[in-house]
């Protein structure tokens, strides 16, 4: 089991939301993001220092949880982001 950090920002204005957790896999770490922030929050994901996920959170009850992993950039400069490599 890995432990990660989760940032949720939910207003533009306001510093993140910082949950931390273990999970078994990166996947389940991003599934539990998604779940904590709700609809249209910005979400990271770090495991150590390496962010797996960066993105909106895009949570609907109807359509359950939709993950995509984010690609091998850093994220966009308006969400608080620690190192990126």
Do not use: K, N
């Amino acid at each position: 089991m890995h432990t990660y950090e989760i940032r949720i920002t939910r207003q533009r204005f306001q510093g993140p939301d910082i949950f931390c957790s273990a999970h078994a896999s990166d996947f389940a770490a991003v599934r539990r993001a998604h779940t904590l922030a709700g609809a249209g929050a910005a979400i990271e994901v770090w495991r150590g220092l390496e962010c797996i996920f960066a993105g909106a959170a895009q949570v609907s009850p109807e359509a359950g949880v939709q993950i995509e992993f984010a690609p091998d950039t850093p994220p966009a400069p308006s969400l608080p982001t620690r190192f990126w490599r």
